[in-house]
């Protein structure tokens, strides 16, 4: 447990936790959004919205637009008019791909877990 003695650090380690979390999120960001329309067809602003609420982050559509985009165009998610919005739905590939990478990360968790317990 890290005892922050004064305001001055606890704002400069809270600087660096958002930091961190955004950096997770923009690194995981293709993750984010297959997992998310997995659940249900989502469009664009629901997905920016889900990453807003679950991790306190705001992105713009110019960032999360593109990935939509490289999603669709290797057939990892379909993309449906419907109106003025576009829903999302995720692909046979797309599910495959997800399932794959939530054994990776869960094999990442396994080996992060062990440097947080050795360093306790």
């Not at 997770?24 to 664009?44: A, H, P, W, Y």
């Not at 889900?50 to 993309?79: M, N």
């Amino acid at each position: 447990m890290v005892l922050v003695v004064n305001t001055a650090e606890e704002a400069k380690i809270q600087s660096f936790l958002r930091r961190y979390r955004r950096g997770l999120v923009n690194s995981l960001l293709e993750f984010l959004i297959l997992s998310s329309v997995e659940r249900s067809d989502l469009c664009g602003y629901d997905i920016l919205t889900l990453i807003y609420d679950r991790f306190h982050i705001l992105l713009s559509p110019g960032q999360i637009y593109p990935v939509i985009d490289y999603l669709a165009e290797h057939g990892l998610v379909s993309k449906q008019p419907q109106g003025k919005r576009t829903l999302l739905r995720l692909s046979t590939l797309g599910a495959s791909l997800l399932r794959t990478w939530r054994y990776e990360l869960s094999s990442l968790q396994l080996e992060f877990n062990k440097l947080v317990v050795s360093e306790a």
